[in-house]
């Protein structure tokens, strides 16, 4: 929940899928799936978290 509220990508997520009919705790699954992908792309690439969404507005 806290994410959704710093994170503007995936607020917008969140009110997006919710105004398509979606239930709460499947949003909230799929937005801490996306925190788990950043986090293990990082570490991956060994490079430190890029938040690209702020270029593309």
């Known amino acids: ?4 509220k710093y994170d503007a990508q995936l607020k ?4 997006k ?4 009919g979606k239930h709460s705790m499947l949003i909230l699954n799929n937005i801490r799936c996306k925190l ?3 986090v293990f792309a990082v570490i991956n690439r060994q490079t430190p978290y ?3 969404y702020k270029f593309a507005y």
């Open 1 to 4: 929940m806290t994410s959704m």
């Open 12 to 15: 917008e997520y969140y009110y």
């Open 17 to 20: 899928k919710k105004g398509e």
């Open 50 to 52: 890029i938040n690209t």
């Open 36 to 38: 788990i992908s950043r």
